[in-house]
């Protein structure tokens, strides 16, 4: 079966500090994989995309993600991050082909310490 | 039009009554979704057209639950008999389509409609 798992509920970093924000999956076929933002009051944002190709992509706002098929990992960095990264970080996995549903893990809150 | 469109933005309502949420998605997307993200929860799926069609259904949590779309756009989400359990923001989401390698399968979320059930 499908499944998203974002081990982290809630992680709190110093502003300037690096993030990793970690993802697993499980899915069985070749995976399109996803990480959205959904910042305080607002609607979700794509930051990245991996489809194919190199693993390590880049999104906005300084965010990369590496895809890693041997562990079945999509983790989320960014090398420093800013007080406006404080938000609630969703990632997904859905179809490579042919109509399936896209489902996303629970989340992990980013809050900055000043 | 320019974004998904979700409305009501909020709907407070008394627990038994029946409620209809509409999603407007942007024009020439095939592919909408409907989420439900409860406080502090994340996202759980619901249900997915392609076209007017929904191939899975599956995330529909009972059958108070129904959704339909119309003419390839529109969508609606009913809830009847509503209760507290319920009370979430519901998530509407389009892309261009699914699956193929061209990479369409990028959601466009709104802005979600609220609801609290009485």
């Known amino acids: 079966a499908q499944s998203v798992t974002q081990p982290d509920i809630h992680i709190t970093v110093s502003e300037g500090a690096s993030l990793e924000l970690r993802c697993n999956y499980s899915y069985g076929a070749t995976p399109y994989l996803f990480w959205y933002v959904q910042s305080p009051g607002q609607g979700l944002q794509l930051l990245l995309k991996y489809f194919s190709g190199d693993t390590l992509v880049q999104g906005i706002k300084g965010f990369e993600a590496e895809f890693k098929r041997s562990q079945s990992s999509f983790n989320l960095r960014k090398p420093s991050v800013h007080w406006s990264d404080a938000a609630e970080y969703f990632c997904?996995?859905?179809?490579?082909?042919?109509?399936?549903?896209?489902?996303f893990g629970s989340g992990t809150r980013l809050s900055i310490r000043p | 039009g320019a974004g998904v469109s979700q409305s009501p933005s909020n709907k407070v309502t008394e627990k038994g009554k029946d409620v209809e949420l509409r999603c407007d998605p942007i024009?020439?997307?095939?592919?909408l979704y409907w989420y439900r993200q409860s406080l502090g929860q994340g996202l759980e799926f619901l249900i997915y057209?392609?076209?007017?069609?929904?191939?899975?259904k599956s995330g529909l949590p009972s059958d108070r639950f129904s959704a339909e779309r119309t003419g390839g756009s529109v969508s609606t989400l009913t809830i009847q008999r509503t209760q507290q359990e319920d009370s979430a923001v519901y998530l509407c989401a389009s892309s261009l389509r699914q699956g193929g390698r061209s990479g369409a399968n990028v959601l466009t979320f709104g802005a979600g409609s609220r609801l609290t059930v009485l």
């Open positions: 997904a996995v859905g179809p490579y082909s042919s109509a399936s549903k896209i489902i």
């Open positions: 024009s020439g997307h095939t592919a």
């Open positions: 057209f392609q076209g007017n069609s929904a191939p899975d």
